[in-house]
């Protein structure tokens, strides 16, 4: 079974701060997706990943940066987080077997 | 027009009866198509993916592909209270090959 975990099931931080989301994954899952959701907007792309180091921008990835220094870590980063900013953020990984994606559990972050 | 879309709901059903789903693409040269379940507050669940036109049966679940058309279904047969979720559809962009997520239909289940 594909196993997908996320650092913190909720947070709450403050305008202004740096947020680290970390999203593991057990097998050796080559492509990792970070989405927010909202109501309404449906799942968001907002960075995914290739492989180690490698980085690509997805519909809104402004305000977010992410590293991937081993393969199986994917960090998502809120330079300066703002309010705009709360949302259900959710990890995937790709099994490469028809684009099938796995989601972790989730972040809720609340930004005040 | 949204590329990929679907009636929010809510869709409720009898405990017992037929949830149909429906979700319908803008993008002709999408290739995988995919549903899955979100509990309230969860996270989402691939619960069945199909490539070719057609049925695609597991357990209680029949998803339907018409590429035609550019319709994809699914069928919850027997629906149980638990089966009471959000069910999202996603389609490849033909293009980027990356999912493409519709807003989801929230299902009801009365006992």
């Known amino acids: 079974d594909v196993k997908v975990t996320q650092s913190s099931r909720y947070l709450v931080k403050r305008t202004g701060e740096k947020v680290f989301l970390e999203c593991v994954q057990d097998m050796d899952h080559e492509n990792m997706f970070w989405y927010r959701q909202d109501p309404g907007l449906g799942l968001r792309l907002i960075y995914f990943s290739y492989d180690v180091k490698m980085k690509e921008k997805g519909d809104i990835p402004e305000g977010y940066s992410v590293s991937r220094e081993k393969k199986e870590r994917f960090s998502l980063i809120l330079e300066s987080a703002s309010t705009n900013q709360t949302s259900m953020y959710l990890c995937?990984?790709?099994?490469?077997?028809?684009?099938?994606?796995?989601f972790g559990p989730g972040t809720r972050l609340t930004v005040l | 027009q949204k590329e990929v879309e679907q009636n929010s709901g809510p869709l409720s059903v009898p405990e017992g009866a037929i949830a149909s789903l429906n979700c319908t693409y803008s993008d002709r040269g999408s290739q995988s198509f995919f549903w899955y379940r979100q509990y309230s507050g969860k996270s989402p669940e691939l619960i069945m993916s199909i490539y070719s036109n057609g049925d695609k049966e597991d357990g209680r679940f029949t998803a339907q592909l018409n590429k035609a058309s550019q319709y994809v279904s699914l069928l919850i047969r027997d629906s149980q209270p638990s089966d009471s979720a959000t069910y999202l559809c996603a389609v490849t962009n033909r293009d980027t090959d990356k999912l493409i997520f519709g807003t989801g239909t929230r299902l009801q289940v009365f006992p």
């Open positions: 995937a990984i790709e099994t490469g077997a028809g684009n099938e994606q796995f």
